[in-house]
Nanobody, 126 residues
Framework: DVQLQAFGGGFEQPGGSHVLSCAAS????????IYWFRQAPGKERERILC????????YYRDSVKGRFTISRDNAKNTVYLQMNNLKPEDTAVYYC???????????????????WGRGTQVTVSS
């Protein structure tokens, strides 16, 4: 069975850094792209960035460019979301999602999302 689990959420002050992890099993991890989404209170879930099989990042929100990056460790079947210079508006539940494609699609319709991890809460507040 395909399984994804996002973890590592917590509380941070503005300007702080935090790393989330997404552990996966049940598929050939190194061949696929992984997306990160987030959902803030009262808002729709939004796609923020993606990592393809080669480790390249694709950003879907200007608000996280220059602050967030994704990396992957194929030996550990894990993807990491490094978040720097956190802002209160980054407060959200963060989800990782599995694609059945090796690349990151610009169009969500063609992203090939086939599995979701349970989210993890990140709260940024002073």
């Amino acid at each position: 069975d395909v399984q994804l689990q996002a973890f590592g959420g917590g509380f941070e002050q503005p300007g702080g850094s935090h790393v989330l992890s997404c552990a996966a099993s049940g598929f050939t991890f190194e061949d696929v792209a992984i997306y990160w989404f987030r959902q803030a209170p009262g808002k729709e879930r939004e796609r923020i960035l993606c990592i393809n099989r080669n480790g390249d990042n694709t950003y879907y929100r200007d608000s996280v460019k220059g602050r967030f990056t994704i990396s992957r460790d194929n030996a550990k079947n894990t993807v990491y979301l490094q978040m720097n210079n956190l802002k209160p508006e980054d407060t959200a539940v963060y989800y990782c999602a599995l694609s059945d494609r090796s690349y990151c699609s610009l169009n969500l319709k063609y992203a090939g999302i086939v599995g979701w991890g349970r989210g993890t809460q990140v709260t940024v507040s002073s």
